[in-house]
């Protein structure tokens, strides 16, 4: 594991970016993820894609949905972590390159399209980040943050009649999500090459302990090593 | 060097059957040639998809898994898996898992390879329906099983147990049907409930419990069996992430200590741990086997 200096911890409401400097170089491409524990405990570290990265600081866009996050919301300038990785596929390895994009966000699942849309604003047509409150823009500093509580529509109802009219074959979609979001973005945009990158529980986080599987046309891969970004096309998302 | 059914270890670490695959990625990040030896992921007849996600819920100071066994089946870990398998520099332990005894012995007799050292029979997945977990349970299979596949190979053949209450009773038939050792302990059986959707996090809804929140379970465990079978080759697992961890179990009867969850903390503490280990016989002036099952001899004092 390394080492990692909290520099600054910027919470809104729910969610919280923790802007880390590394003790060691580390490769971290766009659209990978790393491995976060705590020194303080023998817990499991929890996979977390990079929001952006510059030498060795790094952000990381995070929401308190259980033990490990809540004790990461409160950490302080600083404070240390450990980490390892980065791991997974970057996108530029996946996607195709003729294509200009658009990216499409659900909550902290907008953490690797916004590192995507900050390192290669050429590929990016525009860009959707969804959150409950767009307050959170703040935090982000970013624009492209649309709130449910402000517009009252989710990030896909936003997006769709934009997205529509570019449907030629020159524009692909990048989507990260839960299931049920990445369901409807493939039931709503049926003309488009869509990627998107998966999250799930894993174990590892490089390829051996078959903790977060994910069914594809080619058979069983692993979301941690395979990908976490794919082809929607490939995949099988009901299992 | 540890002697174990006439096979050398470097040392008494092996990396456990399932957090590290078929060996390639861990091979990347830690030199197996530090480490006693390797266990491959349960290997059965047919291929496994496992089971569908999550899998993992991590739990404070420990994990709840659901894999349910995925593996390619015999042809495909034969033809592929093993072409790697048999150039790692430690010594290899295949796991053999199947539904019925004739699955073992099928797939036993497809691993004739001389680069394999030990084979481990997996009767105590907790993963998966109606497999070596229920046959596991029932020292009359347990014996039969391990009989069955002892005729079909002539290399040591291990038996990977549960805590079971029964477990003595299980041990006692392995040995009859002619097991070389015993490892001990596969993960435990739990579940986690989501509070907010009041519904289990798994789909199976009780998963394999393993890391450091079950090791004084695995302690107890490899006491009692080392407490009833003096001379029996035991290698004894469950939440060793530290040296004093692997210390405690070799006191407790292991002679050699599986590794899993602490691979997956940092795939470097193996190695860290055979370091450890070595060092810590140093500072006591004393040997591996003088160490081993000296919980059961008067501890510490007796080497006074």
């Keep these: 594991m390394i080492e990692a200096i909290v520099l600054s911890n910027r919470r809104y409401d729910d969610y919280f970016v923790l802007s880390l400097k590394s003790t060691k170089y580390f490769e971290g491409l766009v659209g990978q ?3 976060v524990s705590l020194p303080t405990d023998f817990s499991l ?9 510059n030498g060795n600081q790094f952000e990381l866009l995070i929401k308190k949905v259980g033990p490990l996050t809540e004790k990461l919301s409160n950490l302080k300038s600083g404070d240390k972590v450990l980490f390892r990785g980065g791991y997974g596929k970057s996108f530029l390895e996946k996607l195709d390159m003729r294509k200009r994009y658009f990216l499409i966000g659900g909550g902290s699942g907008s953490a690797p399209l916004i ?16 959150f409950k409150d767009d307050g959170i823009s703040r935090i982000l500093r970013l624009s492209k943050v649309f709130g449910e509580l402000q517009t009252g529509r989710n990030i896909l109802q936003i997006a769709a009649p934009y997205i529509d009219l570019y449907d030629n074959g020159k524009y692909g979609i990048i989507a990260c999500g839960n299931t049920d979001m990445l369901l409807s973005i493939r039931k709503t945009f049926k003309k488009f090459k869509i990627y998107a990158s998966f999250e799930e529980r894993m174990g590892c986080g490089i390829g051996m302990c078959m903790g977060c599987p994910i069914k594809t046309t080619n058979g069983m891969k692993k979301v941690c090593k395979d990908g976490p970004i794919f082809d929607l096309d490939e995949v099988i998302l009901e299992w | 060097m540890v002697n174990v059914q006439g096979i050398k270890f470097k040392n008494p670490v092996v990396l456990a059957s399932g957090p590290f695959g078929n060996g390639k990625e861990i091979s990347q990040r830690l030199n197996l040639n530090l480490v006693g030896g390797f266990t491959s992921k349960t290997v059965t007849v ?13 739990l404070d100071n420990g994990l ?10 015999i042809d495909i870990f034969v033809n592929k898996d093993m072409a790697f398998l048999k150039t790692i520099p430690t010594n290899l332990i295949v796991s053999i898992g199947g539904y019925k005894l004739n699955d073992f012995v099928s797939v036993v007799k497809r691993l004739d390879f001389d680069e394999i050292k030990i084979f481990e029979l997996n009767l105590s997945c907790p993963n998966v329906e109606n497999g070596g977990a229920t046959l596991g349970e029932h020292p009359a299979s347990v014996k039969r099983i391990t009989a069955a596949v002892k005729k079909n190979t002539s290399k040591p053949v291990f038996v990977k147990l549960g805590a079971h209450p029964n477990i003595v009773d299980l041990v006692k038939a392995a040995v009859d049907g002619g097991a070389d050792g015993i490892t001990l302990i596969n993960s435990l059986k739990g579940a986690k409930i989501d509070i907010h959707t009041g519904k289990p996090i798994l789909k199976r809804v009780v998963g394999g ?25 035991i290698i004894g697992m469950g939440g060793v992430i530290t040296t004093e961890d692997a210390v405690e179990f070799i006191m407790a009867g292991a002679n050699l200590i599986g590794i899993g969850y602490a691979g997956l903390l940092d795939p470097t503490i193996p190695a860290k741990i055979a370091n450890g280990i070595e060092n810590f016989l140093l500072n006591k002036g004393i040997k591996l086997e003088e160490l081993t099952s000296i919980a059961h001899r008067g501890g510490m004092d007796v080497l006074r």
């Design chain 2, 209 to 233: 419990l393993s890391g450091p929140i079950i090791k004084p379970v695995a302690i107890g465990t490899v006491y009692r069996i080392r407490e009833a079978f003096l001379d029996l080759p």
């Design chain 2, 64 to 73: 709840l898994n659901s894999i349910g066994l995925q593996n390619p089946g």
């Design chain 2, 46 to 58: 047919e291929p496994k998809d496992g089971n569908p996600p999550p899998r993992i819920v991590n």
């Design chain 1, 115 to 130: 590192y995507f849309f900050n390192s290669y604003p050429n590929m990016v047509q525009n860009a959707f980040f969804g």
């Design chain 1, 33 to 35: 993820f790393v491995m």
């Design chain 1, 45 to 53: 570290p929890k996979p977390f894609s990079l929001l952006s990265k």
